[in-house]
């Protein structure tokens, strides 16, 4: 069984200021972890995705990530947020090797603040 | 890279009637696809997965009468919300397992999303 956790569904940050969001996966096997962003009626963008390469993830529009197996974590980090960041973030987990389905979090809601 | 083109991004029906959802690998083949449902604010909820040439497996409580999907080719899926009732107005979102990489890595590439009303 597979699951991810995101810790706080709302977060506002300043324009400028360190954005961090937080996800926890839980898996009996090696995962593969994404980010993904949703603007409004729109679907999903992928932002960076962990395959047990680099522990640390760079994706796209700034956006990082770091895998860390000791805390079953994958905390989405951004050092200046920006107006245009202000969207939805979805976590997800899937299985190494076997193209298992995606198992999304509950998704977090990012405000930017002038 | 990968592209899903879904259509269509909206429409609105009356109650009792049927709506298609279609989507579209446009520069690869897609063998299996995924169909989610999202309500307001919420997450995707997996609806079924469907593979290319075979029926499509349905998550524990989606009613496969309602929702069919058809993956005839591989390079197309499609939903179709048969008897819509207001009830099933939602966002619905398909997804496609994209092979990528020395790794054999599959990622997921999404459609824009497809907006039910139903009235």
């Known amino acids: 069984a597979q699951s991810v956790t995101q810790l706080g569904s709302h977060v506002s940050v300043s324009e400028g200021a360190l954005v961090l969001l937080r996800c926890n996966y839980s898996s009996s096997v090696p995962p593969y972890l994404f980010w993904y962003v949703q603007y409004p009626n729109q679907g999903l963008q992928l932002l960076l995705k962990?395959?047990?390469?680099?522990?640390l993830v760079k994706g796209i529009n700034g956006f990082e990530a770091e895998f860390k197996k000791s805390e079953t974590s994958f905390h989405l980090t951004k050092p200046s947020a920006h107006m245009s960041d202000a969207a939805e973030y979805f976590c997800?987990?899937?299985?190494?090797?076997?193209?298992?389905?995606?198992?999304f979090g509950t998704g977090t809601q990012l405000k930017v603040e002038l | 890279g990968a592209v899903v083109s879904q259509h269509p991004s909206w429409v609105i029906c009356k109650s009792g009637t049927s709506v298609k959802i279609e989507c579209r690998s446009l520069?690869?083949?897609?063998?299996?696809m995924f169909w989610y449902r999202q309500f307001p604010k919420q997450s995707l909820m997996l609806m079924a997965t469907?593979?290319?040439?075979?029926?499509?497996?349905?998550e524990q409580g989606v009613e496969k009468d309602k929702f069919l999907i058809n993956h005839a080719s591989l390079t197309l899926s499609t939903l179709t919300v048969t008897s819509a009732h207001p009830e099933d107005s939602s966002f619905y979102i398909c997804?496609?397992?994209?092979?990528?990489?020395?790794?054999?890595?599959?990622?997921?590439?999404f459609g824009s999303g497809t907006r039910l009303t139903v009235v």
């Open positions: 962990y395959t047990s390469a680099a522990t």
């Open positions: 997804s496609a397992r994209v092979r990528q990489g020395l790794e054999n890595y599959e990622g997921y590439t």
């Open positions: 997800a987990v899937s299985h190494r090797g076997g193209g298992n389905k995606l198992t």
């Open positions: 469907s593979n290319e040439g075979s029926k499509a497996t349905y």
């Open positions: 520069d690869f083949q897609a063998t299996t």
